[in-house]
């Protein structure tokens, strides 16, 4: 690819992890917030609140990625692969694969930086 069209594809990627990251916040307070009541964290299992705290650190690592793609894609997925590790600690087994659409934005944030590094060594040589 040359110079420009890697530099649309970044900010392509850019856009979309944001956009992503966005809907799928979305997402997560519409199952939070409806028709059940909140759940009280401090009353839950040990397992509910491991996996809310990963929840937290998933949206945590979204923000992040919007500056430092690196630091937000690595807090996204190292997140969510602790959560399917404490599910199937706890219950033995893993979460469902839909758990994987969380890891999206995480994705993209990575590749983004994969691409802005490939486009600064191309521009050195």
Known sequence: MIPQQ??????????TARASSIVLLGLFLSFLLGDEPLPKLMQEPLSVQLLFAGW?????GYVVGWRFRVAGGVLVLSALACMYLVEYS???????????????????FLLIALSNKLQSTAKGS
């Open 6 to 15: 890697v530099n649309y594809f970044s900010g392509f990627l850019s856009w």
């Open 56 to 60: 937290a650190i998933i949206f945590l």
């Open 90 to 108: 706890f219950h033995g087994r893993w979460l469902g694969p839909a758990f994987l659409l969380w890891s999206l934005p995480g994705f993209l």
